[in-house]
């Protein structure tokens, strides 16, 4: 079959679809931009990006990205103006049925604390996700953080924490938060546990 007809037999379908309610309508948007992404040559998040109910996105309880007043409103500003031109990245919690914040937390802030813009969205947020357990989940979310140059010591401290006893040794944290040796020991030293250091994997770098 030629592609422009394909094309042109996929538009009069939609033109039904804008005669279901909101909340059909975006079901099947949803639904239609998985079967895409099964053609598709791309395997990745972004490739599929739905609209999820704004009060089933959640945040995730250990980021440490803190985002100052000015930076907040220049967010508020540019969704206002540019729209959303990145999506949030969540990891979907089937057994709760709800989105828990990956990466994105400030602009999921903006699209439900803002008047205008949550009135604009129609209650929906737009979400990629990646499904990961946890451990992978905050490796993401410090990496989504540090390559925009955000992050705070004390909270940083408690990732390291968090997941050296979840069994990642100190190579590992450093690797995956894209840190050297020595950062990874000196926020092990800031949490203050004596039970941190019994990893001597990069013990020469205090020698």
């Not at 309880?61 to 409103?73: F, G, H, L, S, T």
């Not at 709760?96 to 604009?120: L, Q, T």
Request: one cysteine or more.
């Amino acid at each position: 079959m030629d592609r422009k007809d394909v094309l042109q037999k996929f538009r009069v379908l939609l033109e039904e679809v804008k005669e279901l309610s909101l909340e059909e309508r975006v079901k099947f948007l949803n639904e239609a931009k998985q079967i895409l992404h099964e053609c598709s040559p791309f395997e990745e998040p972004v490739d599929v990006v739905k609209w999820v109910p704004a009060n089933k996105v959640i945040a995730n309880d250990y980021n440490p990205n803190r985002v100052a007043p000015p930076e907040m409103k220049l967010l508020e500003l540019s969704i206002r103006q540019d729209g959303y031109t990145q999506p949030i990245v969540v990891y979907y919690d089937e057994q709760n049925d709800r989105y828990i914040v990956v990466d994105g937390f400030h602009r999921n802030r903006v699209g439900k604390e803002v008047s205008d813009i949550r009135k604009r969205l129609k209650g929906y947020l737009p979400v990629v996700v990646i499904n990961k357990d946890l451990k992978e989940r905050i490796a993401s979310t410090i990496r989504h953080n540090r390559a925009r140059g955000t992050h705070a010591i004390p909270q940083m401290a408690k990732i390291v924490e968090m997941l050296y006893f979840m069994g990642w040794s100190d190579k590992k944290i450093a690797e995956q938060l894209g840190m050297e040796k020595d950062e990874v020991l000196r926020l092990k030293q800031f949490v203050g546990l004596g039970s941190l250091f019994k990893d001597r994997e990069y013990s020469k770098a205090w020698e």
